[in-house]
């Protein structure tokens, strides 16, 4: 099983700090890895997807980049709004995992 | 845009079977190229994919779970099932059905808790 760790487990920011959130595999998983935004009480949202491809609909300061082992989600001018915890998840063999999931508070 | 329901008992007692089913709207299930999924996510805690089911019915299941659990597709309501056997407290979660490509998740169901306890 293919373990994802993410760095930090909690982060508080200012608005419109930019943020970084790590996510390292255990083993090379080439760019199957994608990013999730799961605000409280609610479902989670894709926000990239294979390492670094953007989705409609999804605000442009959010990027993602990376591929084997070592990837980043970056949040540009960090708005109120998202404030959540992020997950990373991998895809290149079962089962498919998800990472612990870093909290985004707002100060 | 997809929309996806969870419907089932909210309450389980350890070691019966938990059942589960989603329904969907907006689209077909039997879509190529569309693969649906399930999630859970116990309570304060992250993400854990289940399994998953092609649209054809082919099944992909985390092997841990593998020998209590069963997906399986009814094209007729446009609906997915999961079933999961012997339950304990420790499958107390929120179940997200959920699809998208075989390797991403792109529509959620807005999540149904269920708590095994006598």
């Known amino acids: 099983e293919i373990v994802l760790t993410q760095s930090p487990d909690f982060q508080s920011v200012t608005p419109k700090e930019k943020v970084t959130i790590t996510c390292r595999a255990s083993q090379s998983i080439g760019s199957s890895l994608h990013w999730y935004q799961q605000k409280k009480d609610q479902s989670p949202k894709l926000l990239i997807k294979?390492?670094?491809q953007s989705l409609s609909g999804v605000p442009s300061r959010f990027s993602g980049s990376g591929s084997g082992t070592d990837f980043t989600l970056t949040i540009n001018s960090l708005e109120a709004e998202d404030a959540a915890t992020y997950y990373c998840h991998q895809s290149t063999s079962l089962p498919f995992t998800f990472g612990p999931g870093t909290k985004v508070d707002i100060k | 845009q997809l929309q996806l329901q969870e419907s089932g008992p909210g309450l389980v007692k350890p070691s019966e079977t938990l059942s589960l089913t989603c329904t969907v709207s907006g689209g077909s299930i039997s879509r190529s190229s569309y693969y649906w999924a399930w999630i859970r996510q116990p309570p304060g805690k992250g993400l854990e994919w289940i399994g998953t089911i092609s649209y054809s019915g082919s099944t992909y299941y985390d092997p841990s779970l593998n020998s209590r659990l069963a997906i399986s597709v009814d094209t007729s309501k446009d609906q997915f099932s999961l079933t999961l056997s012997s339950v304990t407290a420790a499958d107390t979660a929120v179940y997200y059905c959920?699809?998208?490509?075989?390797?991403?998740?792109?529509?959620w169901g807005q999540g149904a808790l269920v708590t095994v306890s006598s």
């Open positions: 959920a699809s998208g490509g075989y390797e991403y998740i792109d529509s």
């Open positions: 294979y390492a670094s």
